[in-house]
């Protein structure tokens, strides 16, 4: 008989007297309306840095169909607040005018093989055309990073120097995951409210947008903003779903 053996059971880590005390303010069952919970989460930030604030949208959508994922950009009018790095897959002239634009990483199959062998040191990336046949080999390694460049959403391009601006200008690219879920950056705890309103605002405006013909009931299901390890606070999806820019 084999011997009987008692397998631990890892219990989650009890948060902390911070936590705990930001998420005493958030009211239980309570949908806040999208002016009040941007006001919110910026008291509930709990870290000694200056925290992240997140959004995340459940979508009524079924993600395992290639006619309901829901991916765009949008230009987050005061930007994520954070400096991000941006790298150019191109040759040529674009290489020239990617390094002008302020590109932090460039190069053509010189930067493919560097990627390959696990040189990931950028945020964003960014392909000419002309260059997505060997891009293309990159698939398995950024794709999962959600950094594969992709006409869509604006990253492959003739016009880096545009790209490149409208990156450094706060442009940044959602995709729901796999549940159904969008998760974005919408500022940082620093930012006034009226900031984050209008950031949050101009992400839910493009996510409404950019609805799938196939999606059917509701679309905007639930709705949270959170800072960097602090608490969720329900967002009213109705409300959120009707913000718009301007």
Do not use: C
């Amino acid at each position: 008989m084999p011997a009987n053996t008692t397998e631990k059971v890892k219990m989650p880590k009890p948060h902390g007297k911070k936590y705990r005390q930001a998420a005493s303010t958030i009211e239980s069952g309570k949908f806040y309306p999208p002016s009040e919970a941007v006001s919110l989460v910026r008291q509930t930030a709990v870290t000694a840095f200056d925290s992240s604030i997140e959004a995340h949208i459940r979508l009524g959508i079924d993600p395992r169909h290639a006619d309901q994922v829901v991916r765009s950009t949008v230009t987050l009018p005061h930007g994520t607040g954070k400096t991000r790095r941006i790298a150019v897959f191109a040759t040529g002239e674009k290489l020239r005018e990617a390094i002008e634009a302020g590109a932090d990483v460039v190069g053509g199959e010189d930067l493919v093989k560097k990627v390959q062998a696990g040189q990931i040191d950028f945020d964003v990336a960014l392909a000419t055309p002309e260059v997505m046949g060997m891009v293309g080999r990159l698939g398995k390694i950024l794709g999962p990073r959600g950094l594969m460049p992709n006409p869509k959403a604006g990253t492959v391009t003739f016009d880096i120097a545009k790209a490149i601006q409208d990156v450094q200008g706060g442009r940044v690219e959602f995709r729901n995951d796999r549940t159904g879920i969008i998760h974005t950056a919408i500022g940082k705890a620093s930012f006034d409210d009226d900031k984050l309103r209008d950031n949050f605002a101009a992400l839910m405006d493009a996510i409404v947008r950019a609805k799938p013909t196939g999606a059917k009931g509701t679309y905007v299901k639930t709705v949270t903003i959170a800072a960097t390890m602090g608490p969720g606070i329900p967002v009213d999806p109705v409300q959120a779903a009707r913000l718009s820019v301007g």
